[in-house]
């Protein structure tokens, strides 16, 4: 159970920590001190949403075929992690940084529908934990399965909560092209392991 928890942990730190517009919106609520756990709870929810339909959905529509399907789609996925993981070298020797925006207040309401739309409006949230996480998911099964799925919830959760609450901090770090670079290259390195180990799941070597 504690190898398929520190799968999800990791494998969930790794997809959030990508640069994107709904940390970018997280942070910035940090900064401001407004809304800050409602948005916080709000975006980790969502995503423990989409990660339990991801594992409990698709292993059940696919339970009768996975031994037909499980190659091919393990294969699928090791070719998107590592697309993925070129992106992130890609960015490595870029100049992205996080940009904040402006720093005008929002009700609460208007708040979490901002996080709401920056969250299911983006079409790679699904790909990440639906597809991808729920694909991974099948490696596991009974209560390792849970545990997987629970360590992807707490990498969400915790990583939400830090970006939160240490927004005035890592506002002046993340904001430096270099400090992107390096986190970048570290996701770009665990897209490459969680490959390699989705070919080694599907028997492809």
């Given amino acids: 159970m504690l190898f398929a928890y520190l ?3 990791t494998l969930g730190f790794s997809l959030i920590m990508a640069i994107g517009s709904q940390n970018a919106f997280v942070l910035r609520q940090g900064i401001l001190r407004q809304h800050v756990w409602s948005v916080v709870l709000f975006c980790s929810a969502a995503d423990a949403v989409l990660i339990i339909t991801g594992v409990a959905g698709l292993s059940f ?10 190659p091919w789609l393990f294969g699928g996925v090791a070719i998107w992690l590592f697309g993925y993981g070129v992106l992130r070298v ?3 020797f870029g100049n992205d940084v996080l940009t904040i925006g402006d720093k005008s207040s929002n009700g609460l309401g208007a708040s979490l529908a901002a996080a709401a739309a920056l969250t299911f409006g983006n079409p790679h949230v699904y790909l990440d934990t639906v597809v991808l996480i729920g694909t991974i998911s099948l490696q596991f099964s ?4 849970l545990a ?14 830090a970006l939160g609450c240490s927004g005035y901090l890592l506002s002046g770090i993340m904001c430096r092209p270099r400090a992107w670079r390096i986190l970048n290259g570290g996701i770009a390195v665990i897209m490459f392991i969680f490959a390699a180990s989705m070919l080694r799941a599907g028997g492809w070597y």
Avoid: M, P, Y
Avoid at 142 to 145: E, N, P, T, V
Avoid at 149 to 160: E, P
């Fill in 90 to 92: 890609r960015d490595a």
């Fill in 7 to 9: 799968n999800g942990l």
């Fill in 61 to 70: 529509l696919i339970a009768d075929r996975v031994d037909q399907i499980a």
């Fill in 148 to 161: 997987f799925a629970a360590g992807a919830i707490t990498a969400s959760l915790v990583f939400f909560a």
């Fill in 142 to 145: 009974g209560l390792d399965k």
